[in-house]
């Protein structure tokens, strides 16, 4: 019976997703929403007047330069994993892990630059919005370095490889996706000021 | 998270292959069981249930019977009721806050959707579980935690968070506004915070289910409308709530650090506060995305189990199966953009609330095919009046009363007058709070032997039927005068006026009323807890019912089905097919079997049924000789 079961289970939904990796693509729409949310709140309020101009940090192009690079690795690592390359597969994934924290600085000093400006998270929602949408963006992206980290230990393991990719395909999508997103958000910003 | 799922799953896996032994720590607390999960959700309801009737008796008192010495309840509430016997006003802005607060999300959604999604997604689709039992019970003990915090907020000194449900600012974004706007609303917003965590998961979960879990044969269009209402209601939730967690962010900005996303030029005891440029319409926007498809997310898990316990007992297939699912979705895409309809008196542009007033309107068409439907289901029917049928007519004969009501509300111009008073208090409770509410009694009574194996009593679900549909009619429909002589809703007293006075007496009505009917969900809670241990025993399928439940055993262990899961050949609601031995024909039964029954384009799919079950054999085939 113990059997039976097992491969009933497997035979049943031979078209269907894997369905952790369906979860995580819902989580991404949950991660959507919050942004969408936050950004139409900008332009609502935006059209309010009473609204303080600045200038955004120029370290933003910079940022977003790292967080495209880290994609890049990660899709290395993804590509080397498929082949069983385990050195290319933790060098891409180290470096994708060290651009991920290279983002997060330079992220901090886009602050710091705000701060010089005189742009402070109490005061005009102008600004008040800008260290929201960054600061709740890089929440994301600590959780998706500490993601990768885990994966980066479970390589040493040998437990991701060409035959199990789900956890490495899992941070890729998650990775590639705050990227896309930072980038939104910086296109919008560059839009919208 | 995902790593923590991820390590879960093979536990999971290796889960449904042998007789496992739960200790009681792993059965009855943490289980990842769905069918327990389910469970715990129910009894968390019932118990925030009976917490916020409760709370709406205590306001109803103050009501009703202004004049009243309330001393007696000072064991309870202590210091909230003054020297001279009466509710403190501070306190009673914060009993209907609770209440709203309460009934919206621990009752009905928490609860109806919690329990029915949790217990039948899996049943009904032919699943061993959830998608990932760990996040599953994940979104319980979050949403336990959730209200644990509100539950500790109702014993502040200053109180709970009183600025109404909404907790529109500035009132609830400034501490100095009233008391309840301090420590209760900061935990106001961190319970919310881990509630849409909560929810989150949950839904996150039942999307993943029914999409991916499905048993053979079982397509979309095999779907049970409860499954359909289930899976939409997630998705609306997963849309809606994570705004509700970027609104409650920004609120939280400008309660503790001194943001001004919310608040602009404020002037408390004359002097200003250095808060500028923010909108407290913003909030409004923002929150009534959530919030109005909140409505739906209570109302639709409802509205599938109606379908389904109706077809059920009228013993006919569900009038209009394809047009149900068309205006579920109709609902589900209509439900994000009427938001503005609660904001025509904000100051909004005028031209704005035309828009959403036509767009408002509109949904009333999907609503009365639902009701069409449902009537047209019942009629002619062989009505079998379980207490769960009751239910369903009751959940239906509210949405049609209350339904009435939102065309009014729904015109912008109209709503000047009624905004905010009686009137839209029993438009709601109408045909959202006891809709939903009769909805879930409804599947209690309906899945109560599924979940315990065991029939609760019919002639008290009788006598609890009654005396709520009827004293639900006595509270709430009165108030539609009240509302419409223009008493404004969450005022503490209305003695002060001298046009209230001729109301006193409906007043006194309606608190009467409440009363009763809150006394007579004890009625039901005896049921409930007595039938669980001393029921009659249940058969395995005691309303001859189709869907795949009730081909599971009486108490289905972990896994659900003790073999292999059944598949699935025809819709869900082959009751009273002309040519039939039985008057139903449950799922499992394929076309093949039933030639005397099928009809002609059925006949054409039994080729398709031959070749799977063909199939299927070569499976158990190959099972055989790997074993």
Do not use: C, Y
């Given at each position: 019976m113990e059997k039976e079961l097992k491969y009933v289970d497997m035979v049943e939904q031979p078209i269907a997703m894997h369905p952790k990796k369906f979860a995580l693509w819902l989580f991404l729409v949950t991660v959507v929403m919050i942004f969408a949310a936050l950004t139409s709140a900008y332009i609502v309020r935006q059209s309010e007047g009473n609204w303080l101009e600045y200038d955004l940090p120029t370290i933003f192009w910079y940022s977003s330069g790292i967080v495209v690079i880290s994609s890049i690795c990660l899709q290395y690592a993804y590509s080397a994993a498929k082949k069983d390359n385990f050195v290319g597969l933790r060098a891409g994934l180290s470096l994708a892990v060290l651009f991920g924290i290279a983002f997060l600085v330079s992220q901090w000093y886009s602050w710091v630059a705000l701060v010089d400006e005189n742009?402070?998270?109490?005061?005009?929602p102008s600004g008040s919005f800008l260290y929201v949408f960054t600061g709740l963006h890089a929440v994301h992206l600590i959780s998706g370095v500490i993601f990768l980290i885990i994966v980066l230990i479970s390589t040493y393991r040998y437990k991701v490889h060409s035959k199990s990719m789900d956890t490495l395909e899992m941070a890729t999508t998650f990775w590639h996706f705050l990227a896309a997103l930072w980038l939104y958000l910086f296109m919008f910003l560059l839009l919208n000021h | 998270m995902s790593t923590a799922s991820v390590a879960n799953h093979d536990a999971a896996h290796d889960h449904h292959d042998h007789e496992h032994h739960d200790n009681f720590v792993t059965k009855y607390i943490f289980s990842q069981d769905h069918k327990m999960i389910a469970k715990q959700y129910l009894v968390t309801g019932m118990f925030w249930a009976l917490i916020g009737g409760l709370l709406s008796i205590l306001f109803r008192l103050q009501l009703g019977f202004p004049e009243m010495d309330m001393s007696f309840l000072r064991p309870i509430l202590g210091g909230w009721i003054d020297e001279a016997g009466k509710l403190d006003p501070t306190f009673y802005l914060a009993l209907v806050t609770m209440h709203g607060t309460i009934m919206v999300f621990f009752v009905l959604t928490a609860g109806l959707s919690g329990t029915f999604s949790n217990f039948l997604i899996p049943l009904q689709i032919g699943a061993r579980d959830m998608a990932s039992g760990f996040m599953n019970m994940l979104s319980y003990w979050l949403f336990f935690l959730s209200g644990v915090i509100m539950f500790i907020s109702l014993f502040l000194k200053t109180g709970p968070a009183a600025g109404g449900w909404v907790v529109y600012p500035p009132l609830s974004a400034?501490?100095?506004?009233?008391?309840?706007?301090g420590l209760g609303m900061t935990l106001w917003l961190v319970a919310m915070t881990f509630f849409i965590a909560s929810s989150l998961m949950g839904g996150i979960n039942y999307i993943t289910t029914v999409i991916n879990l499905r048993t053979k044969g079982m397509s979309f269009s095999k779907l049970p409308l409860t499954i359909w209402a289930f899976f939409l209601t997630a998705v609306i939730g997963l849309l809606s709530f994570p705004v509700l967690f970027a609104a409650a962010l920004l609120l939280v900005f400008d309660r503790s650090f001194g943001t001004s996303f919310y608040l602009s030029d404020i002037y408390i005891g004359g002097e200003a506060l250095p808060n500028t440029g923010g909108s407290p319409v913003l909030y409004q926007h923002l929150f009534w995305f959530l919030g109005h498809p909140e409505v739906y997310i209570v109302l639709l898990p409802a509205l599938g189990i109606t379908s389904e316990v109706i077809a059920t007992n009228s013993r006919k297939p569900i009038f209009g199966y394809k047009a149900m699912i068309i205006s579920l979705l109709g609902i589900t895409v209509l439900s994000f953009v009427v938001w503005a309809h609660h904001m025509f008196v904000s100051g909004m542009n005028p031209f704005l609330g035309s828009i959403f007033m036509f767009l408002t309107l509109i949904i009333a068409v999907p609503s009365a095919v639902k009701v069409f439907n449902y009537l047209t289901t019942l009629w002619r029917g062989n009505l079998i009046f379980t207490p769960a049928m009751l239910f369903s007519i009751g959940l239906v004969s509210f949405f049609i009363s209350g339904g009435l009501t939102g065309i009014f509300l729904g015109n912008s111009a109209i709503d000047i007058q009624l905004h905010d008073t009686y009137f839209v208090v029993a438009h709601f409770h109408l045909v959202m709070g006891s809709a939903s509410f009769f909805g879930m009694i409804a599947g209690v009574y309906h899945w109560f032997p599924k979940m315990f194996g065991r029939m609760m009593d019919a002639k008290l679900g009788y006598i609890h039927f009654w005396i709520t549909f009827v004293g639900v009619y006595m509270v709430f429909f009165p108030m539609h005068y009240i509302g419409i002589a223009g008493f404004p809703r969450r005022y503490y007293s209305w003695t002060n006026f001298e046009f209230a006075n001729m109301y006193t007496d409906l007043n006194m009505f309606v608190s009467v009323a409440a009363i009763i009917t809150f006394s007579a969900q004890f009625i039901f809670l005896f049921n409930f807890f007595y039938s669980m241990y001393k029921g009659r025993k249940a058969t395995l399928n005691p309303w001859r019912?189709?869907?795949?439940?009730?081909?599971?055993?009486?108490?289905?262990?972990?896994?659900?089905?003790?073999?292999e899961i059944p598949a699935v050949y025809r819709w869900p609601y082959d009751y009273s097919k002309p040519g039939a031995e039985e008057d139903f024909i449950p799922q499992t039964v394929p076309l093949s079997a039933t030639p005397e029954s099928n009809l002609p384009h059925e006949q054409e799919l039994v080729k398709v049924e031959l070749e799977i079950m063909k199939e299927e054999e070569e499976v158990l085939v190959s099972n055989e000789t790997s074993h």
């Open positions: 742009v402070f998270f109490v005061g005009n | 400034l501490e100095q506004a009233i008391p309840g706007s019912s189709n869907t795949l439940e009730w081909t599971t055993p009486v108490e289905p262990g972990h896994g659900n089905w003790p073999g």
